[in-house]
C-alpha cells in the first residue's frame, strides 16, 4: 500500500491509525489515533482514509491553536521611560 501511510491492514479489515504529535498530547489525550474503517474493500478504505486523515489534521490543527492561546501568558507592560521612548 504504497502512498497511503495512514492505512493497515489487520486480519481483513483496514483501519485508519496516526500519531498523535508529542506537543498536542496534552490537548488531545492520546498518544495516537486508530479507527476502524470498517471495510475490507481497498478502494473503500482509500476514500475513508482520506476523510479520516482530513479529520485528524483538522483536530491537530484546532489542538495546537488551543495551546497556543492557553500558553500565552496574560502580563501588564510597564510604561516606556522618556529615555525608551526617545530610543524608539
Known amino acids: ?5 495512514r492505512l ?3 486480519n481483513s479489515s483496514y483501519y485508519f491509525r496516526v500519531g498523535v504529535p508529542v506537543e498536542i498530547r496534552p490537548a488531545i489525550g492520546k ?3 486508530l479507527k476502524s474503517l470498517r471495510t475490507s474493500n481497498f478502494q473503500e478504505a482509500k ?3 482520506a476523510y479520516e486523515s482530513a479529520a485528524a489534521d483538522t483536530l491537530f490543527e484546532q489542538a495546537r491553536a ?3 492561546l492557553i ?3 496574560s502580563r501588564q507592560l510597564a510604561p516606556l521611560s522618556e ?3 526617545h530610543r524608539l
Open 1 to 5: 500500500m504504497p502512498g497511503y501511510s
Open 8 to 10: 493497515f491492514r489487520r
Open 71 to 73: 500558553s500565552v501568558p
Open 66 to 68: 488551543k495551546l497556543k
Open 47 to 49: 476514500r475513508a482514509v
Open 31 to 33: 498518544r495516537e489515533i
Open 83 to 85: 529615555t525608551q521612548i
